[in-house]
């Protein structure tokens, strides 16, 4: 039974998808284009008291898994800061709607974390507004299929995605430590593909495993101080990157042994669990969310 009296659900029926529509959006893409619309935990998600009183920033927090993590942060007990660009302010508004409704504080900023001074910028506001930094986030990622192979990926490209994925989480980490203090956590997202390339997603996958060792080796450098550092490797999660980068939707997540892609509510409990008191003793350490794809 789960913890409200009702049976446990198989995860392979819980959010049943067995034949996605072909879809396509132009990046970034939006939720409500999405067939079906994404589930961030909206009517699900409980909280506990977990984060009571954090004060977080999440990059990438206008959809997807930031959304997620943003209701779940919320609804734990922390405010929230959150980036999206300029080209996600009405994503952005349905973000501050759930977790305003959630009691918390919502300060949503647009920012491109390509860029190191509106990096600065955003630890410079969050300061502003928290006085602190509990929790930080480097969520926000870009990536673009090339089924055609490393001769169709353009320095353009291949510059955005290592500027979002790597630069912009190097910039904010170095910028925030200063306003993090002992207890705090930093938690990366990476990826199945860092371990698992799909040769499609070359350079993506490239930028995940270099978090994975970013995150491992900070971690190292930062246990002194007592800051925690962590990082969540999502398999196929069903958001608004996956219409607006890849060709094919209609088999999207079918290759995980549960059969499905996740929903970005079901990323959102690692990230409140690694930024907990309960994982207190947990630093420089990949938690797998794969559906079962096996990972080092």
């Known amino acids: 039974m789960s913890e409200n009296g009702q049976p446990q659900q198989d995860p392979t ?3 049943p998808q067995p034949d996605l529509p072909q879809q396509s959006q132009e990046h970034p893409g939006t939720t409500e284009a999405m067939d079906p619309r994404p589930d961030h935990g909206e009517d699900s998600y409980r909280g506990s008291g977990l984060l009571k009183d954090r004060r977080a920033v999440v990059t990438g927090g206008d959809s997807g898994i930031g959304r997620a993590v943003a209701l779940a942060y919320a609804r734990e007990g922390a405010d929230v800061l959150f980036t999206h660009l300029a080209s ?9 709607r759930l977790v305003e409704d959630a009691g918390r ?18 630890v410079e506001r969050a300061v502003a507004e928290f006085g602190r930094i509990d929790v930080l986030v480097n969520n926000a990622a870009y990536q673009m299929s090339q089924p055609d192979g490393i001769a169709a990926i353009s320095t353009e490209q291949f510059d955005r ?5 790597l630069y912009g989480m190097f910039w904010l980490c170095k910028m925030a430590l200063p306003h993090i203090p002992a207890g705090g956590s930093i938690i990366n997202t990476t990826s199945v593909q860092a371990y698992k390339p799909s040769p499609h997603l070359l350079d993506y996958a490239m930028t995940k495993g270099a978090i994975a060792t970013f995150t491992q080796g900070l971690a190292q ?17 069903w958001t608004p990157l ?3 980068t890849m ?9 995980s042994p549960l059969g499905r892609p996740a929903q970005p509510a079901e990323m959102a409990p690692a990230y409140v669990f690694l930024a907990s008191e309960q994982a207190s003793y947990i630093t420089a350490e990949i938690m797998n969310a794969t559906g079962g794809t096996p990972l080092p």
């Open 13 to 15: 029926e819980k959010h």
């Open 88 to 96: 996600e302010e009405e994503e952005a508004r349905e973000t501050v």
């Open 105 to 122: 504080r919502a300060v949503p900023v647009q920012c491109d974390i390509r860029d190191e001074k509106q990096c600065r910028a955003l």
């Open 161 to 165: 995605v290592v500027r979002t994925n």
């Open 221 to 237: 450098m930062l246990a002194e101080d007592g800051i925690r550092v962590n990082a969540v490797a999502p398999g196929p999660v």
């Open 242 to 244: 996956i219409p607006a």
């Open 247 to 255: 060709p094919d939707t209609s088999e999207f997540g079918k290759q």
